[in-house]
């Protein structure tokens, strides 16, 4: 582990991702239909804004880390004269490979599936697209819509999870995040990069978005936050190889495995 680790380490700040988890199931506890009403019915599509969503104390961790990563371990995205800074690679960053940890947890799938209805969420343990962002004073990032397929794991987006973490950030800096309408002509709503700040919104083709004014802040602060992507795999079943259990039986005539539960495993009992 690098320098930066090990400071971490030492200082013994590092929150543990059942710490993480239970501040959130603690705090929401019992308000997932609440939840899932509000993010429904927000426009233009399914949308959820929270505010201190996860523990203060982890967002100043994660804003801290965000200074101090090696700069080769960004890159910089500049589509459609957009820019941000984008890292991905965790090796420097031990606080954020905690929180991907609790967020890629069953625990916090089986959360996202009932707040949003979606089931059979699937993380991205490559983190293609996501992970820390960071944009400066001057840059925006262009009203878009968002990938839909994720080359690596082979699965299609079905959540798009934000959290920021910048102290102090005024209105008047602009960055706030911008869902528009679906022909792409006005924006219906807006979220700010507060401190702690989690944005959730559902996939949808036409879900155009962005923080398209330039950002004015003062040239020592910067917009920050970490993306988290979430999938669905719209795989079919082989029909030459349909889903089974684990196999411990084995039909030596017919060369080949069976489960004792299927029908033709009771033929076998049967029959002997």
Known sequence: MGTLGQKHLDRG????????????FTKYKDKERDLNEQYRYTPPYPTLSLDEFIPPQLSELLYEESKTIPKDYWTAFTRADSYMEECKDLTEAPVARQLVSAFHSREFLTWLSQVCDVKHLLPDPYLVGAGYMKSFRGDSLKIHSDFNWNEECQTHRALSLILY???DWKPEWHGDLQFWDFEKKRKVVSYPPKMG???LWKYHKRGFHGHPNPIDCPEDKFRVGFRFFYYISDSKHDWRDPPHKSLYWYDKDKNQPYHIDTEYGHKQLKDD
């Open 197 to 199: 700040n989690m944005v």
């Open 13 to 24: 700040k590092l929150m543990r991702d059942s710490e993480i988890l239970e501040y959130i």
């Open 165 to 167: 973490f910048t102290p």
